[in-house]
């Protein structure tokens, strides 16, 4: 059943293009005319030590990428498909699979291991290849099986443990494997190769040694044989287990007490002495105990200390040792990393690593750091005022206030005065510990700036002049006037802003910044404009508006401009869509700041036209990011046009469809689906001539297996935009859209609610599908009221539901509390004998009765009065 495919596979990897496209045109006919066969003969190719390496190899690929895909959509395709197979073909695949675990070509083997991997992850958790396991360790236990056999057969392991649940396996045969990894990790009886593996492996079974690590026998001798592993010989093997210890001080926190000592030790001889890859993960392991201990402080801080898990203070008491450690790492910095965003060394992950342990102890960092800071910060040596600056920025974020104040107020003049260091690194990190500053301790609207009246001048001198230095320094000086104008907001009252002065000279600078030619490459220009949006944003526009005005058409000639551009290369399209992406948000915060108070919104009304017809020509570029921000744009200006926004829909219809149709760029839909919510308001009944296209699209996209599942619980708000839009003429829409809410409803029941990500999910769902019902009986009460009452049951039991969940979060709570409300208001004694029987409906009312937050209160006690009205008419 098996062909021959070795030239296919050759052919496939030709440096002639003719060659190369019609080999890949055969193997995806055959493919496509036979599975079954396609996939034997590349496991059959991959197995043979004959065939050439390069045929091997791209064999081993293509049959991985046959049963795996990044896309959810085509993940579960590829896995219907081999569950589809016959069993006699999938067992000889496994075969092949399993036997080239022994091939004398490296390569062979790896690609083997992942796909046997993601055979298993198919396979195990439906109780199909229930002998893969034991297969495996019988290549680990036999003592004459040859070195590259039982290294392949590790990563194989290591591989499935990362593919699988902890779930699919019994206890029995986590015990089986995770003796047979810790023995591969024996330094006395393995080669490195073969330790190497195992450690990696048992890096991914870590999750599935829960009960292991419950085992005080166990524990001991695991932690005893990783510990040994981060002194070995190979520098890859002691980045392997450091790596674990990483993964254990995350996973079993609360059993890490007894060998916090010895792991000190070991982190601390790493980070002084071992290679940069081992150092940085010996450094990471002190920043997942910080991850762990504030995230057990916040829990006591919400939960009144309730997490399940013992804070064993482990940063508290290394304190006096891990500081100084830490301290020492930021003097090992590199010539050139600010040029690179992507560089990650020691001196950055002992910065990140103190800011983190600032966060978990707060006020008890200070002492420790600042004799650091003032005997280096004037030495004549580049790294050492750069490492007291960067300590310095690092412990702004935990201790208070009043800790940090007099030290930052000190400080502030200095740090000005370093923008004008002679060299880069300094600057840059002056810049960005300025920013920290800035976000951190200037808040005046709570009652405390570092910044005063006095000094506003000096501050705001420095950054409009180090703006013009080198790409990397300007950057960081975009972040500091960035979080100085938000610090500004909403402070000096509605009357005025301390900044107002010098807005002028700030945005002059901002727009000459993101005009610079030296700044293409880095990300200045985005940091330009995204710092003159939050300039904008937090002005005072009794002030300022005149100034807001005039930058208006400025932008606008701009965007203009960019539409101009010649087009030659995929480089300029990028350019020039990344132009009008940044631009075109420029444009929403100014048609947003303008259309917030009548005196200044008919500057947006007289120049809508020419907005419009500037966002259509942007579209009629084609570039999907584009297409995000200028959708953005459009929803803004719906918003502040209102029903004026009518006349425009005839040209941007089209765009609005192709948007709620681009799957692949879901938040591209997304976005489209909020400005059809923006339009609805916006148009009210004038929305009726596009409805039934939106709704078809609508519908499509919760049908879509295809389309991302974020993308799902604003269609459904949505649905309630257009019915509340259209009143009675959703009538129509009734009979498509309930089945949709009902479907989802019940995914809302069935939810794994262990996984934070599902929850978080879940609760934008169940929001969605109230905010739906909410516009639903809104748009039906004046008029027919009644299509509702059939679906007054379901709703009931589903804002039950609801009601009961523990993890709902604020926003279903106002929902469900508005809904309930609108359910009395618009069905009034049609739903009397339902509500009578619903305990659900007091408890959850005298819950939102009780909470803190006014609005729900608000929205809580107008629900009583509906249910009250309901009983009252009826009795």
Known sequence: MALEITQFLLSAQSADQKVRTEAEGNLRQFQEQNLPSFLLSLSVELSNNDKPLESRRLAGIVLKNSLDAKDAARKQQLLQQWVAIDISVKSKIKEMLLSTLGSSATEARQISAQVIAKIAS???????????????????????????????????????????????????????????????????????????????????????????????????????VVCETTVAKEPEIRQAAFECLVSIASTYYEVLEPYMQTIFELTSKAVKGDEEVVALQAIEFWSSICDEEIELQEFEEVDGGDSGTSHSHFIEKALPSLVPMLLETLLKQEEDQ????????????????????????GDAIVPLVMPFVQANISKGDWRSREAATYAFGSILEGPGVEKLAPMVHAGLEFLLNAMKDENSHVKDTTAWTLSRIFELLHSPSNGFSVISPANLQRVLGVLLESIKDAPHVAEKV??????????????????????TPYLPDIITCLLATADRSDGSDSKLRASAYETLNEVVRCSNLKETSHII?????????????????????????????????????????????????????????????????????????????????????????????????????????????????????????????????????????????YCDGIMTLLLKDLSSGELHRSVKPPIFSCFGDIALSIGEHFEKYLVYAMPMMKGAAEICARMDNSDEEMVEYGNQLRRSILEAYSGILQGFKN??????????????????????????????????????????????????????????????????LHSDDEQLKETATWTQGMIGRVFAVSG
Not at 338 to 361: E, F, I, K, P
Not at 585 to 600: P, R
């Open 783 to 848: 008029t027919k009221p009644d299509l509702m009452v059939p679906h007054a049951a379901h709703l009931l039991q589903f804002l039950e539901l609801v009601c009961r969940d523990g993890q709902r979060d604020e926003s279903v709570t106002k929902a469900a509390v508005a809904v309930l409300g609108d359910l009395a208001d618009a069905l009034g004694s049609n739903v009397k004998n339902l509500l009578k029987d619903r305990t659900f409906c007091n408890e959850f009312l005298v819950e939102c």
């Open 549 to 689: 005005t005039q930058l208006l058409p400025l932008i606008m000639n701009k965007l203009a401009q960019t539409v101009e551009f010649q087009i030659v290369s995929t480089d300029d399209r990028e350019r020039q869509g990344d132009l009008q992406a940044l631009l075109c948000g420029v444009l929403q915060v100014i048609i947003q700041k303008l259309s917030s108070a009548d005196e200044t919104k008919a500057v947006i009304l007289q120049a809508a036209d020419q907005i419009m017809v500037l966002f259509l020509k942007v579209f009629a570029c084609r570039s999907s990011t584009v297409h995000e921000e200028a959708m953005l744009a459009i929803g803004a200006l719906a918003y502040a046009t209102g029903p004026e926004f009518g006349k425009y829909m005839s040209e941007f219809y089209k765009y609005l469809e192709m948007g709620l149709q681009n799957f692949e760029e879901y938040q591209v839909c997304a976005i489209s689906v909020g400005v059809v919510g923006d339009i609805s308001r916006a148009l009210d009944e004038n929305i009726l001539p």
């Open 478 to 499: 975009c972040g500091a006037i960035y979080y100085l104008a938000q610090g500004y907001e909403d402070a000096g009252g509605p009357t005025s802003s301390p900044l």
């Open 338 to 361: 600010d040029q690179d965003d992507t560089t990650w060394n020691v001196s950055m992950a002992g910065g990140t690593c103190l800011g983190l342990v600032a966060r978990t102890v």
């Open 122 to 224: 198919i396979e195990i958790p439906r109780k199909e290849w229930p002998e893969l396991i034991r297969l495996l360790l019988f290549n680990m236990t036999q003592q004459d099986r040859p070195a590259s056999l039982k290294q392949a057969t590790l990563e194989a392991l290591g591989y499935v443990c990362e593919e699988i649940s902890h779930q699919d396996l019994v206890q029995d045969e986590v015990n089986s494997v995770l003796t047979a990894v810790v023995q591969g990790m024996n330094v006395t009886e393995y080669s490195p190769e073969v330790r190497l593996a195992a450690t990696k492996a048992l890096y991914n079974a870590l999750d599935f040694a829960q009960t292991n690590f419950e085992n005080e026998m166990e524990r001991n001798y695991i932690m005893k």
